[in-house]
Nanobody
Framework: VQLQASGGGLVQAGDSLRLSCAAS????????TAWFRQAPGKERELIAT???????KHYADGVTRFTISRDSAKNSVYLQMNNLKPEDTAVYYC????????????????WGQGTLVTVSS
Protein backbone atom coordinates (compact mmCIF):
# COMPACT_ATOMS: atom_id res chain seq x y z
CA VAL A 1 0.00 0.00 0.00
CA GLN A 2 1.25 3.43 -0.89
CA LEU A 3 -0.10 6.37 1.04
CA GLN A 4 0.40 9.96 -0.03
CA ALA A 5 -0.42 12.67 2.49
CA SER A 6 -0.89 16.24 1.37
CA GLY A 7 -2.51 19.51 2.31
CA GLY A 8 -0.22 20.81 4.99
CA GLY A 9 1.09 24.33 5.10
CA LEU A 10 1.56 27.49 7.10
CA VAL A 11 -1.65 28.92 8.55
CA GLN A 12 -2.64 31.35 11.25
CA ALA A 13 -4.31 30.48 14.51
CA GLY A 14 -8.04 30.09 14.00
CA ASP A 15 -7.74 28.96 10.39
CA SER A 16 -8.94 25.66 8.98
CA LEU A 17 -7.06 23.15 6.89
CA ARG A 18 -7.97 19.86 5.24
CA LEU A 19 -5.39 17.15 4.88
CA SER A 20 -5.72 14.42 2.29
CA CYS A 21 -4.37 10.89 2.18
CA ALA A 22 -4.51 9.10 -1.15
CA ALA A 23 -4.07 5.33 -1.13
CA SER A 24 -3.03 2.94 -3.87
CA UNK A 25 -1.99 -0.66 -4.14
CA UNK A 26 -4.21 -1.87 -1.36
CA UNK A 27 -4.68 -5.65 -1.31
CA UNK A 28 -6.38 -6.47 1.99
CA UNK A 29 -10.13 -6.48 2.15
CA UNK A 30 -10.61 -4.99 5.60
CA UNK A 31 -8.56 -2.12 6.93
CA UNK A 32 -8.45 0.92 9.15
CA THR A 33 -6.95 4.24 8.15
CA ALA A 34 -5.60 6.61 10.75
CA TRP A 35 -4.18 10.07 11.12
CA PHE A 36 -1.27 10.57 13.48
CA ARG A 37 0.82 13.60 14.22
CA GLN A 38 4.23 14.25 15.68
CA ALA A 39 5.06 17.63 17.10
CA PRO A 40 8.67 18.77 17.53
CA GLY A 41 10.26 17.02 20.46
CA LYS A 42 7.21 14.90 21.16
CA GLU A 43 6.12 11.36 20.50
CA ARG A 44 3.84 10.52 17.64
CA GLU A 45 0.20 10.48 18.70
CA LEU A 46 -2.96 9.07 17.22
CA ILE A 47 -5.60 11.59 16.20
CA ALA A 48 -8.40 9.57 14.63
CA THR A 49 -9.24 6.37 12.79
CA UNK A 50 -11.84 5.40 10.25
CA UNK A 51 -13.13 2.08 8.99
CA UNK A 52 -12.99 0.81 5.42
CA UNK A 53 -16.52 1.94 4.66
CA UNK A 54 -16.23 5.19 6.57
CA UNK A 55 -19.17 4.41 8.79
CA UNK A 56 -17.16 3.89 11.95
CA LYS A 57 -14.76 6.42 13.39
CA HIS A 58 -12.76 6.84 16.53
CA TYR A 59 -11.16 9.98 17.91
CA ALA A 60 -8.42 10.13 20.50
CA ASP A 61 -9.34 11.70 23.82
CA GLY A 62 -9.56 15.45 23.58
CA VAL A 63 -9.88 15.63 19.79
CA THR A 64 -12.84 17.90 19.17
CA ARG A 65 -11.78 20.25 16.37
CA PHE A 66 -10.79 17.61 13.84
CA THR A 67 -12.99 15.41 11.66
CA ILE A 68 -11.89 12.33 9.77
CA SER A 69 -13.73 11.22 6.63
CA ARG A 70 -13.34 8.88 3.70
CA ASP A 71 -14.20 9.07 0.01
CA SER A 72 -13.93 5.48 -1.17
CA ALA A 73 -14.48 6.43 -4.79
CA LYS A 74 -11.31 8.50 -4.61
CA ASN A 75 -9.42 6.08 -2.37
CA SER A 76 -8.83 8.98 -0.06
CA VAL A 77 -9.14 9.83 3.60
CA TYR A 78 -9.32 13.37 4.88
CA LEU A 79 -8.67 15.21 8.10
CA GLN A 80 -10.60 18.43 8.46
CA MET A 81 -8.94 20.62 11.06
CA ASN A 82 -10.77 23.66 12.37
CA ASN A 83 -9.81 26.50 14.68
CA LEU A 84 -6.17 25.55 14.48
CA LYS A 85 -3.90 26.45 17.35
CA PRO A 86 -0.12 26.84 17.53
CA GLU A 87 0.04 23.59 19.51
CA ASP A 88 -1.34 21.80 16.44
CA THR A 89 1.97 22.43 14.70
CA ALA A 90 3.28 19.01 13.74
CA VAL A 91 4.00 16.61 10.93
CA TYR A 92 0.78 14.78 10.15
CA TYR A 93 0.87 11.20 8.91
CA CYS A 94 -1.75 8.89 7.53
CA UNK A 95 -1.35 5.19 8.13
CA UNK A 96 -3.18 1.94 7.49
CA UNK A 97 -3.44 -1.43 9.09
CA UNK A 98 -5.35 -4.53 8.11
CA UNK A 99 -8.37 -5.54 10.14
CA UNK A 100 -11.16 -3.81 12.02
CA UNK A 101 -9.59 -2.42 15.17
CA UNK A 102 -10.32 1.29 15.31
CA UNK A 103 -8.75 1.65 18.75
CA UNK A 104 -5.26 0.32 18.06
CA UNK A 105 -2.45 2.83 18.36
CA UNK A 106 0.19 0.51 16.96
CA UNK A 107 0.46 -2.19 14.34
CA UNK A 108 0.12 0.19 11.44
CA UNK A 109 1.97 -1.40 8.57
CA UNK A 110 1.80 1.35 5.99
CA TRP A 111 2.63 5.01 6.39
CA GLY A 112 2.49 8.09 4.25
CA GLN A 113 5.45 10.43 4.11
CA GLY A 114 3.88 13.08 6.33
CA THR A 115 2.75 16.60 5.68
CA LEU A 116 3.86 19.54 7.80
CA VAL A 117 1.30 21.81 9.39
CA THR A 118 2.60 24.99 10.96
CA VAL A 119 0.22 27.24 12.88
CA SER A 120 1.40 30.73 13.69
CA SER A 121 -0.02 32.75 16.57
Amino acid sequence: VQLQASGGGLVQAGDSLRLSCAASGRTFTSYVTAWFRQAPGKERELIATISKGGGSKHYADGVTRFTISRDSAKNSVYLQMNNLKPEDTAVYYCAERAGFNLYATDGYEYWGQGTLVTVSS
